[in-house]
């Protein structure tokens, strides 16, 4: 079933500026964290129109909430006599949701309703969805990919009064990951570290990120570089005992291994690191941290770990296999001669 494309959420800012909010705003999509963002600014703009604190309702919906109750709610018309706001997050757990549909088509003009449900909409053709797409009242948070991560990380230091690089920035991601309310908590320790007017320096990434956690996705390629076994195990699990998605990590060892293969065939030309570093888009203290203490040192072994992490990545996607046995037997096929 192809893609149903919705409004973007990162509309919403404009749409609040030029004061062109719609009376109902359905936010769906897999990035949360701009959910979130975005229902505390529809709250902070639609508050001033606001007469009565009693006129404001935040609803969490838990499984089966009566459609019935929240909608004779937003009938109910507001005591301050001015505009209404109901935010109803989790819409998924409502009971009939169809009930909806009327007044998604003929809002109340005293009222705006904001309505969360996390993860993927494509039911558009059944009610109340149809409607909310057809009305274009639904805005969708797709996560970011890496660079759009790295540029959002750029601006938001350079908001808080501090400089962070493009490659630094690329770096964070590939150390903590790329789950933004993550990145955004590293953010804040290094603004509470530093001050204004600081720079972000590769150093302080790896010194302060790192320190969240026990191991470091540098700390399992050094062991993988190393070809210490037991160490990249013990590494491996520990970083996904606290919270690291196991496609991350494989993810990471596909990069691992791509730039083994690029500075394989770029060193026989004559290029250097920095310049390898740039032609791979990638911090170069990380592309040089990959590359310099490996075993990945023929095509033959870089082949045989491609291949170890193709069958790792169609397990996972295939399979409900364990996920620390999977990273057993990945790592022992990439390490093994």
Same mark, same amino acid.
């Given at each position: ?26 936010m769906? #999509?897999?990035?949360?964290y ?32 009566s ?26 757990n ?57 540029d ?9 009064k ?5 490659e ?30 600081k ?23 050094d062991?993988? #570089? ?7 195990l ?35 030309? #004559? ?67």
């Open positions: 079933m192809a893609k149903v494309k919705h409004r973007s959420l990162y509309e919403l800012p404009e749409l609040i500026k030029g004061e062109k909010l719609p009376p109902v705003i359905f769906c #999509g897999e990035d949360t701009a959910i979130d963002g975005a229902v505390k600014l529809l709250i902070e703009a639609i508050e001033p129109m606001i007469g009565s604190d009693f006129d404001k309702e935040i609803i969490s919906a838990e499984k089966k909430t459609a019935q109750q929240i909608i004779d709610l937003l009938l109910s018309f507001p005591l301050g006599g001015s505009k209404k706001l109901v935010v109803l997050k989790d819409f998924s409502i009971d009939d949701k169809k009930k909806f549909t009327e007044i998604i088509n003929s809002p109340p003009e005293y009222l705006y309703l904001i309505i969360t449900q996390p993860g993927k909409v494509n039911a558009t053709k059944i009610e109340p969805y149809a409607s909310l797409h057809n009305k274009k009242y639904m805005f969708e948070a797709v996560k970011l990919k890496q660079h759009e991560l790295a959002w990380l750029v601006k938001h230091a350079k908001k808080n501090t400089n962070l690089s493009y630094n920035a690329l770096a964070l991601t590939e150390i903590v990951g790329e789950e933004k309310s993550l990145l955004e908590m590293q953010m804040q320790k290094f603004y509470d570290n530093l001050g204004e007017g720079e972000i320096t590769f150093d302080i990434i790896t010194d302060l990120a790192s320190s969240t956690r026990k191991f470091t996705t540098f700390n399992l390629l062991a993988i #570089g190393s070809g210490n076994k037991s160490k990249a013990e590494i491996a699990y520990n970083l996904i005992e606290n919270g690291t998605e196991i496609g991350q990590l494989i993810s990471m060892l596909n990069n691992y291994c791509l730039f083994n293969a690029q500075w394989m065939e770029l060193s026989k030309k #004559g290029i250097d690191l920095a310049e390898a570093a740039k032609r791979a888009d990638v911090n170069y203290f990380y592309f040089k941290n990959s590359v310099s203490k490996n075993i990945f040192k023929n095509e033959n072994r870089l082949l045989k770990a491609s291949g170890a992490l193709l069958n790792a990545d169609i397990t996972i996607k295939t399979t409900s296999t364990d996920h620390k046995t999977v990273l057993s037997i990945l790592i022992s096929e990439m390490i093994s001669d």
